[in-house]
C-alpha cells in the first residue's frame, strides 16, 4: 500500500513569489491534514480537509490556503512568500480525520516539502 | 500559544539504558495523547499513544505514562538502541470539537554506543 506521496521534495523561491505544494494520501484516506515544521517551533497544523471541506485550521494568514479534490488529493498555496515561510511542510492522511469509530487519531505522514525562500 | 511543550530541546542516553522524554500540557480539554518519531528525511511516524483515562500503556520497549493532575506525560524506551535516535514528538487532541493534533516542538534523543 503505498503512503502519502507529497511532491517537490525540495523547492527554491524568491520573496513575493508564491507556491503550490501537492500530496496524494494513502489509497482511502479521506483526511489531509497539512502541518509546518520549523527549527524550534515544531509542527505547527496549517489546515484539515475532509470530502473537499476545509474542516479545520490553523492560526496562519491568509496567505496560506488549500483544497482537496475529490480524490482526496490535496494542494497547498502559499502566495507572497517571506523568508519566514521557509520551512518543511508535511502532509499527514487519516481514515476520517477524527476520533470517531475507534480512529485513534494516528496520521501517516508523507516525507515533506523543504521550502527555502530566499 | 504554546499548549503542548517538550521543555528538552535534547537528550543523550547511553545505549542499553533508560531514556525518559517528557511533555507537559495546558489544556484540560485534551483527551488524546500520542507520541511520533521522526528520522531526518522522513516524515514522523506513530509510535504510541494513550487515552486520558488511563495513566500507563506500554508496547514492548516503549511506555506512556500519563499524569492528569500535573498535566504531565513521559515516554519511557528501555533499553535504549542506537535505532531509537531521532526527534520525538509529542501530540495531544480533544475527541470533541475541532478535531487537530497539537504538537510539541520535539526533543532530539542521541542514543549513543
Known amino acids: 500500500k503505498a503512503g502519502v506521496t507529497q511532491t517537490p521534495r525540495y523547492l527554491i523561491k524568491t520573496r513575493g513569489q508564491q507556491v503550490t505544494l501537492s500530496c496524494s494520501p494513502i489509497?482511502?484516506?479521506?483526511?489531509v491534514s497539512w502541518y509546518q515544521q520549523t527549527p524550534g517551533q515544531g509542527l505547527q497544523f496549517l489546515f484539515e480537509y475532509f470530502s473537499e471541506t476545509q474542516r479545520n485550521k490553523g492560526n496562519f494568514p491568509g496567505r496560506f490556503s488549500g483544497r482537496q479534490f475529490s480524490n482526496s488529493r490535496s494542494e497547498m498555496n502559499v502566495s507572497t512568500l517571506e523568508l519566514g515561510d521557509s520551512a518543511l511542510y508535511l502532509c499527514a492522511s487519516s481514515l476520517a480525520g477524527g476520533l470517531a469509530g475507534g480512529n485513534t487519531g494516528e496520521l501517516f505522514f508523507g516525507e515533506g516539502s523543504r521550502l527555502t525562500v530566499l | 500559544d504554546q499548549q503542548v511543550k517538550q521543555n528538552s530541546p535534547s537528550l543523550s542516553v547511553q545505549e542499553g539504558r533508560i531514556s525518559i522524554l517528557n511533555c507537559d500540557y495546558t489544556?484540560?480539554?485534551?483527551?488524546?495523547f500520542l507520541w511520533y518519531k521522526k528520522y531526518p528525511a522522513e516524515g514522523p511516524t506513530f509510535l504510541i499513544s494513550?487515552?486520558?483515562?488511563?495513566d500507563k500503556n506500554e508496547d514492548g520497549r516503549f511506555t506512556v505514562f500519563l499524569n492528569k493532575s500535573a498535566k504531565h506525560l513521559s515516554l519511557h524506551i528501555v533499553p535504549s538502541q542506537p535505532g531509537d535516535s531521532a526527534v520525538y514528538f509529542c501530540a495531544a487532541i480533544r475527541i470533541q470539537g475541532a478535531q487537530k493534533l497539537v504538537f510539541g516542538q520535539g526533543t532530539r534523543l542521541t542514543i549513543n554506543p
Open positions: 489509497s482511502g484516506h479521506r483526511s
Open positions: 489544556n484540560s480539554m485534551f483527551d488524546y
Open positions: 494513550i487515552s486520558s483515562i488511563k
